[in-house]
């Protein structure tokens, strides 16, 4: 690509990351697309993702705008587009262009024209028989698709027409289009496997009006699959989508207070004058965005408060007000003071030990907005409306908190971050590393993978950037193989310490090799949240004994350099692994000799489970 295309690439997508106009993104996405085909875009470092879509209907003017809103969050990407309406043929056919392609990545994007809806009579005589055929049929393509490539698969359920024949019959009578197309989802939902995650076309066409949504000049027109206007946020849906199986992911809301969580100015109108809770429209408004937050927290996502005001002034809703839903407890990290805002963003963000592009920032002050977008770029900031009343509805239809999947051990996020802060704060006020190691008093679990367990595993897996030696993305379905091989070993480390439980934090996969006598490493990860305290060294002894102890002679470390991991860049030569000359030509390996290996100290004992709690 020539350097102008780059320079007008970049200009492009700064562009496209701002309009919110359809037809001015369908635009500019189609002018990204024309740039990208004529040469390799710069979007990101880290090596392309091989996605492809394939559909019953016109998917062109979808997929630019795809493309578009994954590379302006710096997703680099291949896309594939399989000819139309041959969602069938392309998994079918052994030669079709989905397979040449070799995707990581499947998008499954059908819909309810993708159904046998005509089919009446049928339906009359045996409704449950025609589900239990078609989800069936899904099963067989999901199995082909599997055997086939190693990709993940993202596949739509089905929406529904905007007409009802039976009227309000329809979702009552089993044998009616919506009933028929209520009954599949919910099926499809329960049969898919690991490897396929659900997106919910059916929520989607719901929220923005079936009439809407189901425009039919664009079907019949060009055979679109929603109407032009509604392009965009179909785009946006599968991108968050995308993003979260890909492993990036949005996970703390930082809310500004005054005219945020409530209304007016808490330095000016003091408690009693601030609009919070019932009776008063703008205060059921604000109160609203609180108990969307409650609910995101409830959920594993961290809330965080960034705001110019006085510390002891802002705390006092929190603390005294009557109507206030969030209280201090559940607030990750609370700044409020006169800096900048994107001073304490970062503040925010090392404090948490998350990236900046982990936070999405809510402020009613347009101008507050503009300096964190224009200081701090991968700080997603919705553009707020003037009335508080749409507040919820804005930040929901930026899709940031997507996930694929959800662990119990999820809820307690906060305390965990809340806890890592005060492990922090003894750091700052103990003399010397070793000392406060020590005064921890940390405790750790270390076993094979367990069923219990593999959710969160998989999570991890999925999420894991800089402490992940090899970035590879199991399904939890190839996890469960692992845990079930005699050719893999395979470990989960739990810590917990005097301030609190870091819960399950550590992930190590190994492939034997019983001729050669050796274990590879083919995934290490460890949540972030707990480095420099030894956890690393405890892991390693603990491994090394194992293969050992089993015969093994070697542990052989992979390093996969990317753009995120390198904090692990030297991890294996800092636990005393020595280089291989043999490298592939991205790959850096090393050996651990088990037959004359030495143990590395630490302050951390190992339990058994029954111990831990």
Known sequence: MTSVSNTQLKALLARFDQVSIPAQEIAIARQISKIVKSGAPLASEAPAHRIAIIGNETLTELADLLSAKLMANGVSIDLYIGDFNAIHNEILQPESGLYQFKPTLVLILCNYRSLPLAQLAERIKSPAELVTQEIATWEMLWGILAERTSATIIQNNFDRPSTRIFGNLESRLPITTGAFIDEINTSLNAAMPDHVILHDLAYLASYYGLKAWNDPRFYYHSKHPCSLELLPAYAQSLANLIEVTLGKLRKCLVLDLDNTLWGGVIGDDGLDGIEIGQGSPIGEAHLALQRYALALKQRGVLLAVCSKNSEETAVLPFKHHPDMLLKLDDIACFVANWDPKPNNLEYISQTLNIGLDSLVFVDDNPAERAIVRDF????????????????????????????????????????????????????????DMTSFLASLDMKAVISPFVAADLERIAQLVGRSNQFNVTTKRHTKAELQQFMESEAHITFSMRLKDRFGDNGLIAVWIGTCDTARKTVTIDTWLMSCRVLSRGSEQHLRNHVAAHCKSLGFQTLVGVYSPTAKNMLVAELYPKLGFAALEIQDQTDRMWALDLDNYTAIETQISTVASNDYK
Request: glycine content about 2%; charged content about 25%; hydrophobic content about 40%.
């Open 376 to 431: 701090l770029p991968t700080v997603a900031v919705p553009e707020m409306p003037e009335d508080p009343a749409y507040y919820v509805q804005v930040v929901e239809e930026g899709r940031y908190f997507e996930v694929v999947t959800f662990a119990a051990e999820d809820t307690n996020r906060t305390e965990m971050y809340k806890a890592n802060a005060a492990r922090k704060d003894a750091l700052m006020s103990a003399t």
